[in-house]
């Protein structure tokens, strides 16, 4: 049976279905408990299950520790920590993230929920921090693709006052390395200071399994692989860029989607935040083959 085109298989939502799923903020304030407390309401302060409700509390904290006596709600320890904002608008805020396949920008998330532009930009930032990756991660093992770009705008397209006259190409840029496991089909990615060799060669080491295959072009940082992978190499220089194997098209075209944001989206990434946009991205494309609820 032939398939529809793009992730089909998938279980979408409508957002007709979302807001018949959560009619008020009880409902949403409930779905969240059931994700946060899967085996029962625990204390965020001290990790007491000895918990009770507290009709007298305010509806931000309507839950009392018994161990500890503190007030508390879902909230506490989450992206949503410290925020006056109703239930039902996190949802909506993290279902147009995730549904949005180039993200969404503040000032449309603005005008679709309701909230200050200022509001939307720091629910936005948080959701993406909750993408941020355990540094104790073990390697990825398949075979991996291992490539860097830079992120930025053009030198050219820039007020003269803000030009750095110090060249073209990767002048004024951020660099980005990246790694894509095939089997998996996970990818990582981090802002680095430099594309010298011993930097790619660490994110190399940190993020590729000893041993395993590693593609990569013909970028001189990478030289040295060899000794730690079975490396292969495509030569982009000389117009090589699919050699059996070897080919980093995988790493590009997550590299497309970004670009693509950055620049009919967002249309600028700050280098101070610039690291969340990254691993927002790389977080969003490891979930995508979920449904959507299990995304959000």
Request: hydrophobic fraction near 35%; include cysteine; glycine fraction near 8%.
């Amino acid at each position: 049976m032939a398939t529809a085109p793009g992730k089909s298989f998938r279980k979408g939502l409508t957002i007709v279905d979302l807001m018949e799923m959560f009619p008020t903020d009880e409902a949403a304030r409930k779905w969240f408990e059931g994700i946060v407390w899967k085996n029962g309401r625990v204390c965020p302060h001290c990790g007491s299950t000895h918990t009770i409700e507290n009709t007298s509390a305010s509806e931000n904290r309507p839950y009392r520790c018994q161990s500890c006596g503190q007030h508390f709600s879902v909230k506490k320890g989450t992206v949503m920590q410290g925020s006056p904002l109703p239930y039902r608008k996190w949802v909506l805020a993290i279902y147009l993230h995730m549904t949005s396949l180039k993200g969404v920008s503040s000032m449309k998330l603005q005008r679709d929920i309701g909230v200050t532009q200022k509001t939307a930009w720091f629910m936005l930032q948080r959701i993406r921090e909750a993408f941020k990756r355990d540094d104790d991660e073990p390697p990825m093992s398949g075979p991996t693709e291992i490539d860097e770009t830079y992120m930025g705008g053009r030198e050219r397209n820039k007020h003269n006052s803000q030009k750095l006259k110090a060249g073209r190409g990767t002048v004024g840029k951020t660099a980005v390395v990246g790694a894509k496991d095939r089997t998996a089909n996970e990818v990582r990615a981090q802002v680095v200071q430099s594309t010298a060799g011993d930097t790619l060669r660490k994110f190399a080491t940190s993020h590729a399994q000893f041993g395993s295959v590693v593609y990569t072009d013909d970028e001189r940082g990478y030289t040295g692989l060899a000794s730690a992978f079975d490396h292969e190499s495509v030569c982009h220089s000389a117009g090589e860029y699919v050699r059996d194997m070897a080919r980093t098209n995988g790493i590009e075209s997550f590299w497309a989607v970004l670009k693509r944001a950055h620049k009919g989206v967002y249309h600028k990434f700050s280098v101070k935040h610039l690291q969340r946009y990254v691993t927002d991205f790389a977080g969003r494309h490891n979930v995508r083959s979920l449904d959507t609820m299990s995304q959000m």
